[in-house]
């Protein structure tokens, strides 16, 4: 397996545009996880989906931030309009029926907002 | 919320030394992960505790479920300069089908060759 593939690796924006951050979790993996990490707030878990339903976004910072999963393998985060503030590194993650097993991390997208 | 504790923040170490590095919870856990961060890249999972006071080695690694459930250790021995990173440690609480990860902030690792 490919593991979790993210894409872009690196995103440069100017602000006040729109983002899309683009994962294709592990096959068979049911669970898929949207992190974002910052210098000053480590890994802070943004929203997850557990069989394509999103079950808790409280992490989402604002209704600038929005997150799809359309089908079992592919979701995007979305940020519209940008500022520079949301620069920081996502991370998408997927896990099996037993969480237990850990997450499986992309590489990221390092998000630049100018 | 629940929160973790990791400690140190950060560790400047000679090659060949040894490490050690913990995470505290304000609540029980009942099961602690370890994670690797190489520059550049994403988390990968060292090693996976599941029992209170269960010990668990992946090569040069030990790590270990505190008796308490509120805790957990990662020891590294004889360190190389690949041992470089930022070490992660997790914490779920699993239940039915339901545990979302709470991860602690991070001790990154520099050795010195």
């Known amino acids: 397996d490919a593991g979790v593939i993210q894409s872009p690796r690196h995103e440069v924006t100017e602000m006040g545009q729109e983002v899309t951050l683009r994962c294709k979790p592990i096959?068979?993996?049911?669970?898929l996880f949207w992190y974002r990490q910052t210098m000053m707030r480590g890994l802070e878990l943004l929203i997850y989906f557990n069989n394509n339903v999103p079950i808790d976004d409280s992490g989402m910072p604002e209704d600038r931030f929005s997150a799809k999963m359309p089908n079992a393998s592919f979701s995007t985060l979305k940020i519209q309009p940008s500022e520079p503030r949301d620069s920081a590194v996502y991370f998408c993650?997927?896990?099996?029926?037993?969480?237990?097993?850990?997450?499986?991390f992309g590489s990221g997208t390092r998000l630049t907002v100018v | 919320g629940q929160q973790l504790n990791q400690s140190p923040q950060s560790m400047f170490i000679q090659e060949g030394e040894d490490v050690s590095m913990n995470c505290t919870s304000s609540?029980?856990?009942?099961?602690w992960l370890w994670y690797k961060q190489d520059p550049g890249e994403g988390p990968v999972l060292l090693i996976a505790l599941y029992k209170a006071g269960e010990l668990t080695s992946n090569g040069r690694l030990t790590a270990q479920f505190g008796i308490t459930r509120k805790d957990s250790f990662l020891n590294i021995s004889a360190s190389i300069p690949s041992d470089v990173g930022i070490y992660f440690c997790a914490g779920m609480n699993y239940g039915g089908s339901q545990g979302n990860l709470i991860f602690g902030k991070g001790t990154k690792l520099s050795v010195k060759p």
């Open positions: 609540s029980i856990f009942n099961t």
């Open positions: 096959s068979g993996h049911n669970s």
């Open positions: 993650a997927s896990s099996s029926r037993d969480p237990r097993a850990g997450y499986t």
